[in-house]
């Protein structure tokens, strides 16, 4: 089971990013899938979660209405745009998939984790 993350770089402030993370070798059509983040000395923390079908999902305060989770199971892909970046979403995204059917957002209720990708916002 591989979850490989992609789409971070280097943004100016108010910029946009979208992350991708693509699974392979297991469908994950029905699990929960979310995006976690991690600074400089900072624990990992939640971003965002989906269900199964796009129809729950749930953010953290600081990222409400700034970025958006989505999924198209039928590429076994959930996404994250980041919009309106600002410098403290500085960090290394995490796309992670949780046994649980329900939304979770614990950092221990995810089962599989992907490499990171680098999100750097310069103010």
């Known amino acids: 089971v591989q979850l490989q993350a992609s789409g971070g770089g280097l943004v100016q402030a108010g910029g946009s990013l979208r992350l991708s993370c693509a699974a392979s070798g297991r469908t994950f059509s029905t699990a929960v899938k979310g995006w976690f983040r991690q600074a400089p000395g900072k624990e990992r923390e939640f971003v965002a979660a989906?269900?199964?079908?796009?129809?729950?999902?749930s953010y953290a305060d600081s990222v409400k209405e700034r970025f958006t989770i989505s999924r198209d199971n039928a590429k076994n892909t959930v996404y994250l745009q980041m919009n309106s970046l600002k410098p403290e979403d500085t960090a290394v995204y995490y796309c992670?998939?949780?046994?649980?059917?329900?939304?979770?957002?614990?950092?221990?209720?995810?089962?599989?984790w992907g490499q990171g990708t680098q999100v750097t916002v310069s103010s």
């Open positions: 989906i269900n199964w079908s796009g129809g729950s999902t």
């Open positions: 992670a998939v949780t046994r649980f059917g329900a939304i979770v957002r614990e950092v221990g209720e995810y089962d599989y």
